[in-house]
């Protein structure tokens, strides 16, 4: 009976309906069903035989637009929001640390640092209201307007592109450091005019650093590099009213 109890308890403080939207609003399976293609972005362009960074960026532009559709429709859950992480460590991380290690252009044992890397991050997520576990409850506590470690998409992008480069054994590790730090990075809603502009330039300082080749993988890892370093050479007062 106990037994029993617990359970029912587990399942009642999942499902509150607060923490969870209705299964039967239309709305719920739209944006859920999105989240799927998030994964079905990349598992598709491998299939076909396409070139992976490229369906990687369509899944990482449904992943900015599902969370804020969610709020929008009022179907943001809990459930959702651990669905989409999930969903996230699966198709930025796990998958291309399985591609990039098959084809031998980075170190395997480094990509499976960055994948380890990721599952950390995703753990420390999931776990960030859960007071039992102290280290992730005390420096992975969200603030507004913020994301802590280096984000899925950004990371399995970054990592992606400079597998296409002489640079992948360096950048791999360094998006898994990332990744797994909680340091705080800027959501691009948040940005600041001044914040972008520094972005752009650091973007295009790194693009014009990186050898030869001006492809879509330069113009990643240069997009990448601003990003990080407008997170390091910034500071705002969002970051100290929210700590």
């Not at 362009?45 to 929008?72: E, F, K, Q, S, T």
């Not at 005019?193 to 650091?202: N, T």
């Amino acid at each position: 009976m106990g037994t029993i109890m617990r359970r029912t308890h587990a399942f009642n403080k999942w499902n509150h309906p607060h923490r969870s939207a209705p299964h039967a609003s239309p709305a719920w399976w739209i944006v859920n069903a999105l989240t799927v293609g998030i994964l079905v972005m990349p598992v598709t362009g491998l299939m076909l035989g396409h070139d992976l960074i490229v369906w990687l960026l369509l899944a990482a532009c449904i992943d900015a637009v599902d969370g804020p559709l969610a709020r929008a429709l009022g179907v943001a859950s809990r459930f959702g929001q651990r669905f989409e992480l999930l969903i996230d460590l699966v198709a930025f991380v796990m998958l291309p640390t399985v591609v990039i290690a098959r084809s031998g252009d980075v170190y395997t044992l480094t990509m499976i640092i960055f994948c380890v890397a990721g599952c950390a991050r995703a753990f420390a997520l999931l776990t960030r209201n859960d007071k039992s576990v102290s280290l992730t409850s005390d420096f992975w506590r969200p603030i507004p307007g913020r994301i802590r470690g280096l984000p899925f998409p950004v990371a399995g992008l970054l990592v992606v592109a400079g597998a296409q480069t002489p640079w992948g054994n360096i950048v791999t590790p360094t998006a898994a450091l990332a990744m797994a730090i909680p340091l705080t990075y800027p959501r691009l809603g948040y940005l600041r005019g001044r914040d972008l502009l520094l972005m752009v330039a650091l973007a295009a300082g790194a693009w014009w650093l990186l050898p030869a080749s001006r492809h879509l993988s330069s113009l990643l890892i240069g997009l990448a590099s601003g990003y990080v370093g407008t997170r390091l050479l910034t500071r705002r007062s969002r970051d100290r009213r929210g700590s």
